[in-house]
């Protein structure tokens, strides 16, 4: 899969999103190592702290039907979905990547028209832990 045809996905999750209080609609799409995708959008929620991000929504998708190899996410967002600038995902959406995937996941980041940016997660959460350290 392509990483235009990844974010191609993403857009069409945002078209989802339900951001009646931010207007920012999220849109993400998870690459399996099989080649399945899962597409998830941000669900907000009036006390904010109940609000689920796109990239967590196609993570927990995922997990949910047994799926726990992971290579790649795309995630694009903007106000009112309009996409104006890449979309890094928060810090607890970098913990849940971690959780399931190596230092080689790559993300991309859609940004206005057909430009993106990509990094893996090592880069982009340097000094993390994961749960197979602190199983033994």
């Not at 796109?54 to 949910?64: I, N, Q």
């Not at 104006?84 to 959780?99: D, L, S």
């Amino acid at each position: 899969m392509t990483p235009e045809k990844l974010i191609e996905l993403a857009k069409e999750a945002m078209t989802h999103a339900y951001a009646p209080y931010s207007g920012y609609k999220v849109g993400a799409a998870l690459l399996c190592a099989d080649g399945t995708v899962y597409g998830g959008c941000n669900i907000e929620n009036a006390s904010f702290s109940p609000t689920n991000c796109a990239e967590r929504t196609a993570f927990f998708k995922a997990v949910y039907d047994g799926h726990r190899d992971f290579t790649a996410i795309a995630i694009v967002g903007g106000k009112d979905g309009i996409i104006t600038g890449a979309f890094p995902p928060c810090g607890v959406c970098r913990q849940v990547m971690r959780e399931f995937c190596r230092d080689d996941f790559v993300i991309y980041m859609g940004s206005k028209g057909e430009t993106y940016q990509s990094v893996t997660l090592a880069e982009i959460l340097p000094f993390s832990f994961s749960a197979s350290e602190h199983m033994n």
